[in-house]
């Protein structure tokens, strides 16, 4: 079946410095990656998404690349916030469930 | 999108109780499923609540442990029975509104189990 795995697992950044993530999947049938936001004490919110036929996608500070050839997409934040601290997931769809990366925990400094 | 509910928020339970968790949808939807986050860990998939018929459940999790229901296109419950300490987790609800869309999830539930 389907893995991900997902790196790093926490990440440090001072306020207004970019911050990456990245994520490999295994099986190339998937086709849809989603990433989610997760603050403590709520549950995972879609903040990017991009499906297979798609190479970037974009939604202010926040970006998404796929590469299907090398089975590997990252998030990308611009412009860290302190709000931005959370904990980060990424997630491919694969026969119609999704398989969650391990999560990256993300710190901005003020 | 879609705005979900779940109930109760938190709880503490005794071991060898059962837990009763609603997820309520804001609208009809195709899918809903369940989840279960162990603390510091990611998502896993409990099993996917099928309306009008039995859930499908995933490797590891069974009907006797976990039973669901879900009557309707709006409404799910997930029951976490005989519990000990080892279920303490966050019990998320998911749905999607069009099979393999978006996947939005609910607030969670948090259990601790004594």
């Known amino acids: 079946g389907e893995n991900v795995e997902q790196h790093p697992s926490t990440l440090s950044v001072q306020e207004g410095d970019s911050a990456v993530i990245k994520c490999t999947y295994s099986d190339s049938a998937s086709n849809y990656f989603p990433w989610y936001k997760q603050e403590l004490g709520k549950g995972p919110q879609l903040i990017i998404d991009i499906r297979s036929n798609v190479g970037e996608k974009k939604d202010q500070r926040i970006a998404v690349t796929l590469n299907k050839t090398a089975k590997h997409f990252s998030l990308h934040i611009t412009e860290t916030q302190p709000e931005d601290s959370a904990v980060y997931f990424c997630a491919a769809l694969n026969t119609d469930k999704l398989i969650f990366g391990t999560g990256t925990r993300l710190q901005v400094f003020p | 999108s879609a705005v979900i509910s779940q109930k109760p928020s938190r709880d503490i339970c005794q071991r060898g109780t059962s837990l009763t968790i609603q997820c309520q949808v804001d609208s009809q939807v195709t899918m809903m499923f369940w989840y279960r986050q162990q603390p510091g860990q990611s998502l896993t998939l409990i099993a996917t609540?099928?309306?009008?018929?039995?859930?499908?459940?995933e490797s590891g999790f069974v009907i006797d442990k976990f039973p669901i229901s879900r009557p309707n296109l709006t409404f799910s419950t997930l029951t976490v029975s005989n519990m000990s300490p080892e279920d303490s987790s966050i019990y998320l609800c998911s749905v999607e509104k069009v099979v393999g869309e978006t996947q939005y999830f609910g607030p969670g539930t948090r259990l601790l189990v004594l």
């Open positions: 609540a099928n309306q009008g018929s039995e859930a499908t459940y």
